[in-house]
């Protein structure tokens, strides 16, 4: 296979190498957010600047940490996710955004997924569709304590991403939010045998707004990230404690 980096040994799109990588990755889509979820970190410095993906290193307890961007959806998310893990990323915790869908969810709100329903495409170029996209258990786990111990209103549950066609079957189905990268990272982290999870600040709930209901908005992601963080500390520690760091 032709070396596009001409013997840099930096991946081609995030433009990082494995001395650039922490073994724990938080993933947010949007680049401007990297310097504020940085800021959780310690000593956290840019190591990479490259196209959608700019991504900082720093510590945790000791233990590195990295924040890589992904852009806007599956493609650009699986990307993020392949080159990280060949530099050695073990463990990914996608944090952002989605509209809720169920009136009970609220602006502000956190859901953390359980589930994703595949209907865009890059997850069907690594396994077929009746293959469930899920997250990791161990990781889905430390993002519920940490929202519980933070005092966070949260919901767990399936996340989706379509456009209108399926919306009414999907509320059926008790679908909490709609979101566009969990189902290709999930699959993608099944398929590379690393662990991924998900959380996501509620902004709003078109659902509420249609039925006339309170529908505030929210758009500060502070707690989502400082939940994203805690449960990366639950992580490491229970990872150190198995001798699996």
């Known amino acids: 296979m032709v070396d596009y980096t001409e013997g840099s040994g930096r991946q081609y799109h995030t433009g990082v190498g494995p001395q650039d990588i922490g073994k724990y990755v938080i993933l947010p889509g949007d680049p401007k957010r990297c310097a504020k979820i940085a800021e959780f970190l310690t000593d956290a410095k840019q190591v990479a600047d490259n196209r959608e993906f700019t991504t900082y290193t720093g510590t945790l307890d000791g233990v590195r940490v990295s924040v890589t961007s992904t852009g806007i959806g599956g493609p650009s998310a699986a990307i993020a996710i392949e080159e990280l893990s060949k530099c050695g990323a073990h463990t990914f915790l996608r944090v952002g955004t989605c509209g809720g869908m169920q009136e009970n969810i609220l602006g502000g709100d956190l859901v953390i997924a359980d589930g994703a329903i595949r209907m865009e495409g890059t997850s069907r170029e690594y396994a077929p569709v009746e293959y469930p996209a899920v997250p990791d258990f161990t990781v889905t786990t430390a993002l519920v304590q940490a929202a519980k111990k933070r005092g966070i209103r949260h919901h767990v549950g ?87 760091l």
Not at 172 to 181: H, T
Not at 190 to 211: D, I, P, T
Request: aromatic share 6%; proline share 1%; hydrophobic share 45%.
């Open 158 to 244: 399936v996340v989706r991403y379509e456009l209108t066609q399926k919306w009414q079957a999907w509320l059926r189905m008790g679908c909490l939010a709609s979101e566009m990268e969990s189902a290709a990272l999930f699959i993608a982290g099944s398929f590379l045998h690393v662990r991924v999870g998900a959380c996501f600040l509620v902004l709003a709930n078109q659902e509420r707004e249609k039925r006339g209901l309170p529908n505030v908005q929210v758009h500060d992601t502070t707690q989502a990230i400082a939940t994203t963080v805690d449960a990366i500390r639950l992580l490491i520690q229970e990872d150190k404690d198995a001798d699996r």
